[in-house]
């Protein structure tokens, strides 16, 4: 079964630049959608979920800062990988992003290759916790049914205990009290427990 492409949103007001973007993108496999503007960019994303993000900074409206700022209150960085996209010499941006949260960022004029390495890279990056993710939510879900079944061993084993007890002291009730007399013999007994239940008379 072939997996589905990985979604990737593309926010930026140059329409150039995310159709562009887009089109190089979709060459590589990746399913792609276009928000014009910040406002746009939470309205999709409160619509649908995407794999990642790749955010302009500088959007009319709402700025790509302000956006990762909003999306970080509800998806975390292991969540929604977001890319920045910013132009060159914008240092201040980039550290401020980061802070916010951003998983990565780029810089105009965008070198594709780049971006596709870093798309992948953060893609592999969320795939990994994912996985990572559902083998820790098997293992919880396969100890709860081991303690479970512990317990009924436990339980069960309790019950057989008690039982050869009371089974141990109603054999006993049926050993002689006192040697058996023979005329003009002497006779003598011992009993040696094999386990709870039975022994050998001797």
Known sequence: MTA???????????ELNREGL??????????????????????LLGERQFDLVLLDVMMPEMNGLEVLKFVRRVDSLLDLP?????????????VEALEL??????????????????????????RAVTQVTHLERQLNARNKELEGTAGALSATN????????????????FRPESPLEVPGGRASWAVRPAGKLSGVSV
Request: hydrophobic share 40%; aromatic share 4%.
């Open 4 to 14: 589905a492409p990985s979604s990737i949103l593309i926010a930026d007001d140059e």
């Open 22 to 43: 887009a089109r190089r993108l979709q060459r590589h496999g990746y399913e792609t959608t276009l928000a014009e503007n910040g406002l746009r960019a939470i309205e």
């Open 82 to 94: 977001i890319i920045m996209v910013t132009a060159r010499g914008e240092s201040e941006d980039v």
């Open 101 to 126: 949260g951003a998983s990565d960022y780029v810089t105009k004029p965008i070198n594709f290759p780049v971006v596709l390495a870093r798309v992948r890279s953060q893609l592999a990056l969320r």
């Open 158 to 173: 309790e019950l057989m205990t008690r039982d050869l007890d009371d089974a141990g002291r109603v054999q006993a009730a």
